[in-house]
């Protein structure tokens, strides 16, 4: 982790202990996203100043976040009103704890997202709020080290490993960057990303053979990657300070490198394996829980939200994609414009595979994660037999799915009832 | 008042404080960790926590450097106690600064540590200027695990030796002078003095100095976060993974008992190697 994550955690932790004095009159946002003080100030000023009454903007990590919102469930009343968070935040949680939003008028243009912020129940618990995704990103002086007849567009595992090993022979280090921090987001790779292309699934084939090459594939890219990247949680610092020229993160932990210096970047989509081109949307929410002081201005909040001119202001802040239809402006800032621009090739590429989050996991959604990321830290990491380690991880897996009974999801082939692993 | 009721009435505040925000949160936790999904009393949370492959490692990871950390620590607190308490001037002045670690909380301890030992750190950026490396090297990375432990027991020793040498100072102050001027009479050295006077007289000092410092050593947790990632797993660090990673309270609350009961494990072996004769005291 870096010094500036680290104090991202402190200053939201300052925050946290800020809104213990806040009034009462505003309505308290309690997010887990835009949690830079930068993007959480211009929450306040350029996305919810626009509001006809008074939001507190407070977002958090995960476990702040999660623990004051159940202390005040678990006592029957709070002063939080709207809710903030990824999909998984919300799959985490009990649904009965959030308000229906199914007669509020207002959804995504996405039907799968529309489906997913039902939470498994007939009625909207959330509503989709903002998009994003994983993109790749790379240094201008990479680019002359690509492979012969390589295109950068439609990259294939194989191309961007050659890639990597030239830039690592021409410059004697290892310039590929991957977020395999302590608040990395490593497991949406495997998960969204490696699986998808190499074995056209992510639970039915977590152990199959398709899935021992995917290791190796990634065991032979590792080799070319920085070692320091166990430290890297935001791809964006590393491209700066230049200690990656190849990297692969989340849209909006990219955009500081490219807001910075938008000449010395390209973004480009995540390659293709044999199963196709891997991708996964990433997905926040705005809901109500039951506790909620103020339930009708807390809903006309969520209604604010979804409006286009929010939808675009939320863009310029978060680096997140609106989920509703809009037209947008020319004017947006250079991180948008190549991670959009790199989302669409990737989304319209003829191999694309699109993979969908995680659904029906409940509260496991972290062991879930763990599965992928103790995969990664004994194969890769530890040097351990890839057949070995994926037999041994395979009933860890095959136990969350019993347990919670959760269906196959895209990729995978639909499963009646629990998703079986094969 | 009665003076008999009197030290009862002005300690109750503190015992009512430790009962609402210590005791009661303690067997909640407790409850927790015996607790199953369902409701039921079981065992599972302390199976579940125990047969993660990465348990044994944090294990030894926490013991290992729980036994590198605690005698370093305690050498260079007696040294630093001993000689803080020989000086006649600026003696102060010298106990402040040594003491600055102990107002620095963990985390920034262990973020001072890694912008020394980053790879754009200081270390790197000294050792290219001085021409002994070409290019920053990576110094924490899964590669070199030994140096990973090794810059995180540094930061514990410059952090936490602190907290030993304020309660030895307090406890050589305790000494009378007498011991010692008897033994300048009988021509022993100061090496003699040390072993056969201040080290015996020292012993109820050094209970708690050790037995604090062996308790804070199984709680290491923001120090390792900040320099070791996900590399150099510990106990604390796991709890932490269980709490808000995989929202398993109960598992959280497993492990933290474990910690617990290591704990009170080694304080009975300090109580007990450390015994004070009854009525040997100063």
């Known amino acids: 982790m870096t010094v500036k994550s680290k104090l991202a955690i402190a200053v939201s932790a300052i925050a946290f202990t800020c809104t213990a004095y806040t009034a009462q009159a505003e309505i308290l946002f309690w997010s887990t996203q835009a949690k830079p003080v930068e993007e959480a100030q211009a929450m306040r000023e350029q996305v919810l100043a626009g509001f006809s009454g008074d939001v507190d903007y407070q977002p958090n990590d995960g476990g702040p976040w999660i623990t004051r919102l159940n202390a005040e469930l678990s006592a029957g009343s709070g002063s939080i009103g709207v809710l903030g968070a990824l999909h998984g935040d919300y799959a985490a949680m009990d649904p009965e704890n959030l308000i229906d939003l199914s007669d509020l008028g207002v959804t995504s243009a996405s039907d799968t997202f529309n489906n997913l912020a039902m939470l498994g129940t007939d009625t909207m618990q959330y509503i989709p709020w903002m998009q994003a995704s994983y993109i790749m990103a790379a240094n201008r002086e990479a680019l002359q080290y690509l492979p012969d007849g390589a295109d950068i567009n439609a990259l294939t595992y194989d191309q961007l490993i050659e890639w990597a090993a030239n830039v690592h022979e021409a410059t004697g280090e290892a310039k590929f960057g991957f977020p395999a921090g302590p608040d990395g987001l490593k497991h949406r790779f495997f998960q969204g990303y490696l699986y998808p292309s190499f074995t056209d699934g992510v639970v039915r084939t977590f152990a199959s053979d398709a899935a021992v090459n995917a290791w190796e594939t990634f065991a032979r890219l590792w080799e070319h990657t920085n070692p320091a990247s166990t430290n890297f949680s935001f791809m964006q610092e590393q491209l700066l300070s230049g200690d990656a020229w190849i990297v692969f993160d989340h849209t909006s932990r990219l955009a500081n490198a490219f807001n910075e210096r938008p000449d010395d970047f390209v973004a480009f989509p995540a390659p293709a394996g044999p199963t196709g081109r891997g991708f996964m949307p990433v997905l926040a929410g705005v809901a109500i829980p039951t506790t909620a002081p103020n339930i009708d201005e807390a809903r006309a909040l969520v209604s604010y939200m979804l409006e286009p001119e929010t939808q675009i202001a939320t863009l310029r802040t978060t680096n997140f994609f609106p989920v509703v239809d809009v037209d947008l402006p020319d004017d947006l800032p250079p991180s948008v414009q190549a991670a959009g621009n790199a989302i669409a090739a990737m989304s319209g590429s003829p191999d694309a595979n699109p993979g969908l989050l995680p659904a029906g996991l409940g509260d496991r959604g972290g062991d879930f994660n763990r599965v992928f990321v103790d995969s990664f830290e004994r194969i890769i990491l530890g040097g351990q037999d890839i057949r070995a380690v994926l037999d041994d991880q395979k009933a860890t897996l095959a136990a969350i799915m019993n347990d919670t009974g959760a269906p196959c999801w895209a990729p995978d082939a639909p499963s009646d009832g629990a998703c079986p692993v094969e | ?282």
């Open chain 2, 1 to 282: 008042m009665n003076s008999r009721i009197l030290p009862y009435v002005l300690i109750l505040p503190v015992v009512v404080f430790l009962l609402a925000f210590f005791i009661y949160p303690f067997v909640l936790v407790s409850q927790q960790a015996f607790q199953g999904d369902d409701g039921g009393w079981t065992l599972s949370n302390f199976q579940d926590v125990i047969s993660y492959w990465k348990f044994p490692i944090s294990l030894k990871n926490t013991l290992l450097l729980a036994a590198a950390v605690v005698p370093i620590q305690l050498a260079l607190a007696l040294l630093m106690a001993t000689m803080v308490s020989r000086m006649n001037k600026g003696r102060d002045l010298i106990l402040y600064v040594w003491t600055i670690p102990l107002g620095i909380s963990d985390l920034a301890a262990g973020i001072i540590w890694l912008a020394i030992f980053e790879q754009s750190g200081f270390l790197n950026s000294m050792l290219s200027g001085l021409g002994l490396i070409e290019r920053p090297m990576n110094l924490l990375s899964y590669q070199s695990p030994l140096i990973v432990f090794t810059a995180i027991a540094l930061a514990e020793i410059w952090r936490a030796t602190a907290i030993m040498l304020v309660i030895l100072v307090a406890g050589i102050g305790l000494i009378p002078k007498e011991y010692y001027e008897a033994a300048d009479v009988f021509g022993a050295s100061k090496w003699k003095q040390f072993i056969r006077i201040t080290f015996p007289l020292l012993r109820p000092s050094l209970q708690t100095a050790l037995v604090l410092r062996v308790i804070l050593a199984f709680e290491i947790f923001a120090v390792v976060a900040a320099l070791g990632g996900t590399l150099f797993p510990v106990l604390m660090g796991e709890t932490y993974a269980y709490q808000f990673d995989l929202l398993n309270s109960g598992a959280a609350a497993a492990i933290a008992l474990i910690i617990l009961g290591i704990s009170i494990a080694f304080t009975i072996v300090i109580l007990r190697v450390l015994r004070v004769p009854k009525g040997a005291s100063i």
